[in-house]
């Protein structure tokens, strides 16, 4: 028998129950004040490997992944980070980062110069050892040029460190880096099958945070392999036909220096690059990390680009007279090949 509307009261009333729960969604997040601090050394498929109080007898490598909550925010070696969870270090133990402290640097590049987007190498380094071989493969300027345009945008201290120094004398080309006061050292294959030079490059890195950059084939991975005994590094060979280096390092890792204590240094070892794009950084930035091209520029008129194009520019008469020395012209070549590029990419400019 069928009922009518007026039979129906609120107990005949049905309330479909809410599928996500009745509990509402809170925007509040844990603290997480019980997080232990650890620093990243390296980064493999999703998972963080890093370092509980290093140089202690508590020391060991906890395995972790990224909390949810911190999003896309990039985890890189050298970040200090907070671990909650499993971080016993035993195996199949997984902790989560939940938070990453502030850094006090932060360095970038990207692919090409025309390619703006960032990709980030390492955090908290306060040193960049910039690796060249003085041949095999030949050395090129515009890798160390670029380093230091990077290594100025993120306040980061530079070390330049020639390798191969038994097949040529680097006289001639640390001349063209005279004018920048660049800190430099020489390492060579000593008699013995050692690095002439290990030594003093050891003492450079006591005490600081370090990352080493350079080509393929140029020698980060034998240094590293000296300094860090047991690291085993994988090292390859220079290609005849190409005259450059083979990817061996596919990954960045971060190695303490032995007999330390957690105050005698730490290095990053990077993965050997064939370019080192620059895209990431303002157009005005450039210039400031050109310190010799810098002050002579203080004599160009308000708002000159510093082009070929720019009438007036004092740079081209200044440089030709000898007074940012021998590898003054290089050096304005390379600023404005560079300074061509970045301002293409920037949207403020025509």
């Known amino acids: 028998m069928r009922r009518s509307a007026r039979d129906y009261d609120e107990s005949d009333v049905r309330v479909r129950p809410n599928r996500r729960g009745s509990r509402p969604r809170t925007k509040d997040r844990p603290r997480h004040d019980d997080a232990i601090t ?68 932060f360095l970038r590049r990207s692919a090409d110069d025309d390619d703006a987007t960032e990709r980030p190498l390492v955090a908290n380094v306060d040193l960049m050892v910039m690796v060249t071989a003085v041949a095999d493969p030949e050395p090129r300027g515009g890798m160390i040029d670029r380093c230091l345009v990077a290594a100025y945008v993120a306040g980061v201290d530079t070390l330049l460190v020639l390798t191969k120094a038994d097949l040529r004398s680097p006289e001639q080309f640390l001349r063209a880096y005279a004018p920048l006061g660049l800190q430099h050292m020489v390492t060579a294959v000593d008699h013995d099958g050692g690095i002439a030079g290990l030594e003093e490059l050891r003492r450079r890195l006591a005490g600081h945070v370090s990352v080493l950059v350079g080509h393929s084939g140029v020698g980060k991975s034998t240094l590293l392999n000296a300094l860090v005994p047991g690291t085993d590094r994988a090292t390859g060979v220079v290609n005849d036909v190409t005259g450059r280096g083979r990817h061996t390092s596919s990954s960045a890792l971060a190695m303490q220096l032995p007999d330390g204590d957690g105050e005698n240094g730490w290095v990053i070892d990077t993965p050997g690059v064939r370019s080192f794009g620059l895209g990431h950084v303002d157009p005005e930035e450039l210039l400031e990390a050109f310190t010799d091209l810098a002050t002579l520029a203080e004599s160009c008129p308000r708002g000159c680009t510093h082009l070929e194009t720019a009438p007036d520019c004092a740079l081209d008469a200044l440089v030709e007279a000898g007074e940012a020395g021998s590898a003054g012209p290089v050096r304005l070549a390379s600023y404005r090949r560079l300074a061509v590029t970045l301002r293409r990419n920037d949207p403020w400019e025509p």
């Open 38 to 105: 650890a620093r990243v050394v390296s980064v493999d498929r999703g998972r963080w490997h890093t370092v509980v109080a290093p140089g202690t007898d508590e020391e060991r490598t906890v395995i972790a992944m990224r909390a949810r909550e911190l999003g896309r925010s990039p985890v890189v070696p050298g970040d200090l980070v907070g671990l909650v969870g499993d971080t016993s270090g035993r195996d199949g133990s997984l902790a989560r980062i939940v938070r990453i402290r502030e850094r006090s640097s």
